[in-house]
């Protein structure tokens, strides 16, 4: 009987062990944006700067180590032709200052697909439209925890190391695809939404429930992308749509997370 269950534990392990090693595993990079966005938090950052400018060498020379066969940005698919024609022209010259030279498609999606060379790169976004801010509606409520909710989120987001100014990309980006940090991202996203509803309507969870249907949209055009379990997948988005790929990624049966500290650094934080 022993011997029977130990065989039967063996077998376990091992189709365990060829079910990981046929998922494609996938790099979930958060980001603060690089350039303009009308995110609810936003972060200063001077591209051009010789400083950053380093330090955005550093990142993408680490980021290239997991060596993507396939890269994923955060625009519409729409825009596919224009990544296509802005990539091809900064292999040909990094000089080039493409559409996409002010943001992290080109400083950083661009750069570490030269650096792996990497031959395919996705539009992944969907644009849809919703309310981050349900301010108004919570004051004329008296939603206490709506404010209780946002103000304990301001609080902890600000102890944390996210200034790329004060404490460097690197450790930026590191504490930003940390569990702490999307647990704060979800927060100012979805659950402080929550506490925003009249007592007849939802207004307050109608708007997270459209920023979750953006993510699961986007989520939906990564899955469209057609890859196997020999392909390696990057994919470069802000710090809240990470946080719902991480979810997703993390339950699946195709796709296996990698680690982003296993390749910025464990030691950054």
Do not use: W
């Amino acid at each position: 009987m022993k011997n029977a269950l130990l065989i039967i534990a063996l077998l376990f392990g091992l189709f365990t062990a060829q079910a990981q090693d046929n998922k494609i595993k996938v790099l979930n990079l958060g980001i603060f944006h690089l350039g303009y966005t009308d995110d609810l938090r936003t972060t200063e950052y001077d591209e051009e700067n010789k400083k950053n400018k380093e330090q955005i060498k550093e990142v993408n020379e680490l980021i290239a180590k997991f060596k993507p066969t396939i890269i994923m940005v955060e625009t519409p698919p729409k825009n596919q032709h224009l990544v296509e024609s802005a990539y091809d022209a900064y292999l040909n010259n990094p000089e080039t200052k493409t559409i996409y030279a002010d943001n992290e498609i080109q400083l950083l999606a661009f750069e570490i697909g030269r650096l792996a060379k990497t031959k395919r790169i996705y539009a992944i976004d969907h644009e849809m439209g919703y309310d981050y801010y349900q301010d108004k509606l919570a004051k004329e409520l008296n939603a206490k925890n709506y404010f209780k909710s946002l103000q304990t989120a301001d609080s902890l987001f600000s102890k944390l190391p996210l200034d790329p100014k004060k404490d460097g990309l690197k450790k930026t980006l590191m504490q930003m695809n940390t569990p702490e940090t999307r647990a704060i991202l979800y927060n100012y996203n979805v659950d402080q939404l929550f506490y925003a509803n009249s007592s007849d309507k939802f207004e307050g969870v109608d708007e997270a429930a459209r920023f979750y249907q953006r993510n699961l949209r986007m989520f939906a055009n990564i899955c469209k992308i057609e890859a196997d379990e020999n392909d390696r997948i990057l994919i470069i988005s802000g710090g809240a749509h990470a946080s719902f790929f991480h979810d997703f990624l993390s339950r699946s049966y195709i796709y296996e997370v990698e680690p982003v500290e296993k390749y910025l650094g464990q030691n950054e934080l």
